[in-house]
T-cell receptor, first 109, second 113 residues
């Protein structure tokens, strides 16, 4: 079966660094997406990885290991506005996204 | 219009009633999708359309139907609503981003009583 696993909730302090992990099992693999979703709003695209390694984009970075079926999203210099849910999604062989339930990130001052 | 719009924003519906959720995009994206999002669960795909004139079933299609008469519009119909269809519904489209990423509408919050 297809499955995406990520922690339900994480707490971090403003200004700190947090890493949100995601493991995936998909029928075929065509990439791994991370989305951000603020409460009551739509998901918005953060990053895409299809090759192994780290992709850096400002304060946010995303890592992929295809052999381990593993990805993480790294958020640096946390700001209060980063309080949101972070959704991991794998693109399967039919180019359909399989979504995790999301990780709710709580930032404390 | 800029991006994807959905209507209505929210709706309370009596069980057994018919309801159509509207979705319109102005980005000329080929692919469109309907998801439902429930607490504790990931986004689940209901139906999708890879291009105008074609549709396909997703993970949870039962009780829902879609049509894709043109590129811009992708309505979702609940023929006879049931309480288990209470959810937040998101429409999305893809085909224009750098990574073919999906762009989401603001969502429709539907309550079936």
């Amino acid at each position: 079966g297809q499955n995406i696993d990520q922690p339900t909730e994480m707490t971090a302090t403003e200004g700190a660094i947090v890493q949100i992990n995601c493991t995936y099992q998909t029928s075929g693999f065509n990439g791994l997406f991370w989305y951000q979703q603020h409460a009551g709003e739509a998901p918005t695209f953060l990053s895409y990885n299809v090759l192994d390694g780290l992709e850096e984009k400002g304060r946010f970075s995303s890592f992929l290991s295809r052999s381990k079926g593993y990805s993480y999203l790294l958020l640096k210099e946390l700001q209060m506005k980063d309080s949101a849910s972070y959704l991991c999604a794998g693109l399967d062989s039919n180019y359909q996204l399989i979504w995790g339930a999301g990780t709710k990130l709580i930032i404390k001052p | 219009i800029a991006g994807i719009t959905q209507a209505p924003t929210s709706q309370i519906l009596a069980a057994g009633r018919r309801m159509t959720l509207r979705c319109t995009q102005d980005m000329r994206h080929n692919a469109m999708y309907w998801y439902r999002q429930d607490l504790g669960l990931g986004l689940r795909l209901i139906h999708y359309s890879n291009t105008a004139g074609t549709t396909g079933k997703g993970e949870v299609p039962d009780g829902y139907s879609v049509s894709r008469a043109n590129t811009d519009d992708f309505p979702l119909t609940l023929a006879s609503a049931v309480p288990s269809q209470t959810s937040v519904y998101f429409c999305a489209s893809s085909g224009g981003g750098s990574y073919n990423e999906q762009f989401f509408g603001p969502g429709t919050r539907l309550t079936v009583l």
